[in-house]
């Protein structure tokens, strides 16, 4: 460190109470932070549809999450926006694929693949 | 391992902290570096080169001390600060205390610097524990930049104040229960009980 460098007054003032600020703001969670697991744990088994709407002059894709056994429990978000119609509908398309259950089944996780010995 | 540049510094630092800077020969400093003067010679070419490279040391010491800030969110934090501050002041007291001129003024410049952080730290450690409610609000009767002043004045000078009333200042809980004396009227009930957990046992004279 350059050893003519030093802060003034003021901003070391500004510095401390960025730490004073820092126990008052970072406290550790609890385990009520964790319930969006719980709550959002139905969106395992939903079917994604995209919907595409114009909107202020652009393309929003939004994608539509319903539970496959009750589609009145569904959710709707928006991902992004397009300035061109057909861009809009190959982004929502993509997004869709990505979000949606894997319903064919084809893809497979093996548990095995995550453990390995680091020696 | 110590090098010879080390030891000298170290001898230096030891003699002015007994003698003070303007009383110590070069004479002296090799005698208790166990070197010859021309060997001293050979490393520092006059005293101020020595005082100077004493002065850089502490006042990378200094820095060090004041790098640590509000590890915990208790008094324990400051107590702390206070022990390396009395460790300090037991090898060094004349780093604030003495008058002699220093050989730069950039380093003399960075010693005033650094006590007006000393006091900076003690201040926000008071806005702190206000918003935690371990300390009273500031108001216009209590002003705790005055507070932290003081405070900082007990930490910087104790040997020294020790040194005119004609005692030795060679006891840590002393001189921490000098300066925790001082946080205890602004303390509110919380606070209070707090020091008297955490702070008041580590003060207690052994029976």
Redesign the interface.
């Known amino acids: 460190m350059n050893a003519d460098f030093y802060l003034d007054e003021k901003a070391y003032q500004v510095l401390l109470d960025a730490c004073n600020n820092m126990h008052f703001t970072e406290i550790v969670g609890g385990v009520v932070d964790f319930n969006l697991l719980y709550d959002d744990y139905w969106l395992q088994d939903s079917a994604v549809i995209e919907n595409i709407r114009f909107a202020k002059g652009e393309w929003e894709v939004y994608l539509v999450f319903a539970h496959y056994k009750n589609p009145y429990r569904l959710i709707k978000r928006k991902i992004t926006s397009c300035f061109c119609k057909s861009k809009a509908e190959t982004c929502a398309h993509y997004m869709r694929r990505l979000a949606a259950k894997d319903q064919r089944g084809t893809l497979q996780v093996d548990k095995n693949l995550f453990q390995y010995n680091g020696n | 391992m110590v090098n010879t540049k080390q030891k000298i510094i170290q001898a230096a630092a030891e003699l002015y902290n007994t003698h003070g800077v303007a009383s110590v020969r070069l004479q002296q400093i090799a005698d208790s570096a166990e070197l010859s003067i021309g060997n001293l010679a050979y490393h520092f070419k006059n005293k101020e080169a020595i005082t100077l490279a004493v002065f850089q040391k502490l006042t990378d010491e200094v820095r060090q001390i004041l790098n640590v800030?509000?590890q915990s969110?208790d008094f324990l934090d400051f107590d702390q600060q206070l022990g390396k501050w009395f460790s300090f002041q037991q090898r060094y007291a004349f780093y604030f205390s003495d008058n002699t001129p220093w050989p730069e003024k950039k380093l003399q410049r960075?010693r005033t610097?650094l006590f007006?952080?000393l006091v900076?730290?003690i201040q926000?450690r008071f806005?702190?524990h206000c918003?935690?409610g371990a300390v009273q609000p500031d108001t216009a009767q209590r002003d705790y930049r005055v507070v932290a002043e003081t405070i900082g004045m007990t930490v910087t000078l104790w040997p020294l104040y020790r040194g005119l009333q004609g005692k030795l200042a060679d006891n840590e809980k002393e001189y921490k229960r000098a300066i925790w004396s001082q946080f205890l009227p602004y303390f509110t009930s919380r606070g209070l009980a707090e020091y008297n957990e955490l702070i008041q046992p580590l003060l207690a004279p052994k029976e």
Do not use: M, P
């Open positions: 800030f509000r969110s960075l610097q007006s952080r900076c730290q926000k806005d702190f918003k935690r």
